[in-house]
């Protein structure tokens, strides 16, 4: 399956992209992800992209397309997180030859649960896990449960950044929504409720663009 992920800062996408990536044996590309790593690791990429995340804007689209490109056309099929985030970026990815979307699942979540979910978020810095100090509490309140690094507060979420990238969603991202309804992809999920019961929502979205799973499973 080729899936988008599509939704605000906060909405959820990367917590059930982990899950949903490991249920249907599909790879995560997250562009966030991918740009922190560059950063981390002080490649050039990250050199260049890093003023934009630390800011709460949006990278130069042309940074990101051969990379974007290069991982998509790796994996062949995928849950992409995080891209396209403008209609540019939409457009970009309709000219990649053989890698035309299923579906666009849009993770629908207000604005005030946005902001209580970002600024309670902490990650692991080395495997990237994804916490938060209410809903989620890593096991002993401070440290990765999976690898046991001491997890991190992400740049971006102080709230005035927070603030701007919410910003800048309404004015880049929202588009897409219109954009892929025209084109007959979008489905809409309510991503308030439990981590599971939004996991239910989305997966029950994505049975139905895999065909290797239907027929492993009926
Ligand atoms: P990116 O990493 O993509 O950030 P984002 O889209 O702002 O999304 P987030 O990662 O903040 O939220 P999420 O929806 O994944 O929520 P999560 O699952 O973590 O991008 C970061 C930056 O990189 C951008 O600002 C930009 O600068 C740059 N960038 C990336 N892609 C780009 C592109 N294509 N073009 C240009 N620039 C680009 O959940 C959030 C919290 O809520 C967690 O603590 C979690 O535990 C909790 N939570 C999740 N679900 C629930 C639930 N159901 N109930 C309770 N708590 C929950």
Not at 71 to 88: K, Q, T
């Amino acid at each position: 399956m080729r899936v988008v992920l599509l939704g605000p800062p906060g909405a959820g996408k990367g917590t059930q992209a982990e899950r949903l990536a490991e249920y249907f044996g599909v790879a995560h590309l997250s562009t966030g992800d991918m740009l922190r790593a560059a950063i981390a690791g002080g490649t050039e990429l990250g050199r260049q992209a890093e003023g934009y995340v630390n800011a709460g804007e949006l990278v130069p689209s042309e940074l990101l397309a051969d990379v974007v490109k290069e991982r998509l056309y790796e994996e062949g099929e995928f849950l992409l997180d995080g891209y396209p985030r403008n209609v540019a970026q939409a457009e970009f990815l309709e000219t990649l030859e053989g890698l035309t979307l299923d579906g666009v699942l849009y993770v629908n979540v207000d604005d005030d649960t946005l902001v209580r979910r970002l600024s309670g978020r902490r990650i692991c810095p080395e495997d990237g896990t994804i916490y938060h100090i209410e809903n989620d509490p890593p096991p002993n309140g401070k440290d990765c449960g999976v690898c046991g690094a001491e997890l991190i507060q992400r740049e971006d979420d102080r709230e005035e950044t927070v603030r701007r990238r919410l910003g800048v969603y309404k004015e880049e991202t929202e588009p897409l929504i219109k954009f892929y309804k025209s084109r007959g992809l979008l489905a809409e999920i309510d991503g308030k409720g439990t981590v599971d019961e939004v996991f239910t929502r989305a997966a029950e979205v994505l049975k139905g663009y895999d065909r290797g799973f239907a027929d492993d499973h009926c």
